[in-house]
């Protein structure tokens, strides 16, 4: 059980304050914010869900929302507010958690879709890797990856060569999903930049899209 010292006598001041118009919704908003019991209980219940710290500030500012919302349709009923924001704060964290379990598990099953099973065609880029290209071709290929930084060499061989998915590689580079995907694109983007500007690569890439056409029919 959370406890806190004095907190019938500090509720009662928060309440009071709430229901004494707009400046006391103020002052007590901004008591509740600068409480070292409150923030240290609530932050320490959040981060034990996991959440990170830059979510964790806004699950407390909403929770002392919520609370000043139920104090003014007297719903609250209780006689320790903090006991109620740390209970809040408790209770948006598992379900920002449960959110976002969902969404990587969509996202997970969305990455796995290859691009060339969505795309009209496929791309230069998705061509040359995924083909058995001569060793003359290859090296062409080898120079103009080597052309890029060591950042996107690395998330191009991670997620061509290795077959690591974008929410894998987000978990590697420590990085959100949508930005491990942003980078990726970006990436791909540049290579297909200097691949697009040699002849004999699209010679090739020409050969292999009327090869894939055909298959599809």
């Known amino acids: 059980m959370i406890r806190f010292n004095r907190s019938k006598n500090f509720s009662a001041r928060i309440v009071k304050l709430i229901k004494s118009g707009a400046h006391g919704e103020e002052e007590a908003v901004d008591i509740l914010w600068h ?29 002392i929302l919520i609370a000043l919302f139920s104090v003014q349709s007297n719903k609250f009923n ?3 507010i903090r006991a109620y924001i740390v209970g809040i704060c408790k209770n948006k964290s ?26 009209t065609s496929p791309t230069p880029e998705q061509i040359l890797i995924d083909s058995d290209l001569e060793e ?15 950042k996107c060499q690395e998330i191009i061989r991670d997620h061509y060569y290795m077959g690591e998915s974008i ?51």
């Open 94 to 119: 598992l379900e920002k958690i449960r959110r976002e379990k969902k969404r990587r598990e969509k996202d997970l099953v969305t990455d796995r879709v290859r691009i060339s099973d969505i795309d």
């Open 78 to 80: 209780g006689n320790n």
């Open 167 to 217: 929410a894998q590689m987000s978990k590697k580079f420590d990085i959100a999903y949508q930005s491990a995907k942003n980078r990726l694109s970006e990436c791909r983007k540049k290579l297909r930049s200097y691949l697009e500007e040699d002849e004999r690569i699209q010679k090739i890439v020409t050969e292999k899209v009327k090869l894939w056409k055909d298959q599809k029919k």
């Open 35 to 63: 409480d070292k019991v409150l923030r240290n209980q609530a932050f320490k219940i959040i981060h034990g869900t996991g959440i990170n710290i830059d979510s964790s500030q806004t699950i407390f500012n909403d929770a």
């Open 136 to 150: 003359e071709h290859t090296e062409i290929l080898r120079n103009h990856y080597q052309k890029l930084s060591k």
